[in-house]
């Protein structure tokens, strides 16, 4: 993933505050995770998983728990981050189906393909359209015909009336959760900037130019939105 480099990578100090921070957010990911395990039920009892940006894992966790023969490879451009994915797989005895890759997508050997893909809250970080759906043809390229791909990111049209609305709460949860406010001011500032924040048609059709069918937006709760699609033929 070399030309797809995102603008933020979390280092050590903001990988060991992120479960922490994220965990008054639990219902809404669990809410998310339960669309995805639905989704993702018709695949194979040995599927094989591919999680893009797995962060500490919590995704493949998941996943793991509910469907126990499938394998999954997770690949992490941060140190940090793939260091507590590692811990938490380890404890919870789930080490020996999974691998891992630390760097970007364009370094992980593409001889092996995938019944499904996850991307969660990774593609945002990609600032050049162009470049971000390079992000979704390379994990094309790595899916089975008509593999899944599950796609969430932050999303929103700034431009709309509606839009400094949602954002205040938006800001308001994040302060419910603790979050310190020159945290909060630097998410502030970084949205438009360090995170690509689109218009949901947008960041759908930017996955669709990776090589996807139409993506099917399956869940919003504020500026998250989560798509699934499946890949096409590939040039």
């Known amino acids: 993933m070399s030309d797809q480099k995102p603008a933020i990578v979390f280092d050590q100090e903001m990988a060991a505050r992120y479960d922490k921070s994220s965990a008054k957010f639990a219902p809404i990911r ?11 039920s018709d695949l194979p009892i040995n599927a094989r998983i591919l999680c893009v940006g ?9 996943l793991a728990q509910a469907f126990p023969q499938w394998q999954f490879t997770a ?10 994915c590692r811990q938490r797989i380890e404890d919870n005895g789930i080490t020996s189906r999974c691998t891992f890759h630390e760097g970007y997508l364009d370094s992980l ?6 019944d499904a893909a996850t991307c969660l809250f990774v593609s945002h970080f990609i600032i050049q359209p ?12 790595r899916l089975r015909p008509q593999g899944y791909l ?3 990111d932050l999303a929103y049209d700034l431009s709309s009336s509606d839009y400094p609305g949602i954002l205040e709460i938006w800001f ?23 995170v690509a924040i689109l218009p949901p048609a947008v960041v ?22 989560a798509w699934y699609t499946r890949r096409t033929s590939i040039d």
């Open 172 to 194: 308001q949860m994040s302060k419910s959760a603790e979050a310190p406010a020159e945290q909060i001011e630097k998410m502030r500032q970084a949205y438009g900037t360090l």
């Open 204 to 225: 759908a059709s930017i996955i669709a130019a990776g090589g996807f069918d139409a993506p099917v937006l399956c869940f919003q709760n504020l500026l998250m939105h």
């Open 150 to 152: 599950i796609n969430a």
């Open 30 to 40: 669990d809410t998310l995770f339960l669309l995805i395990r639905v989704i993702l």
């Open 130 to 141: 162009e470049e971000r759906s390079n992000l979704f043809h390379q994990i094309a390229l």
């Open 54 to 62: 797995v962060g500490t894992g919590s995704e493949l966790l998941d």
């Open 75 to 84: 690949v992490e451009p941060s140190a940090p981050m793939l260091d507590i």
């Open 109 to 114: 050997p593409s001889a092996d393909s995938f």
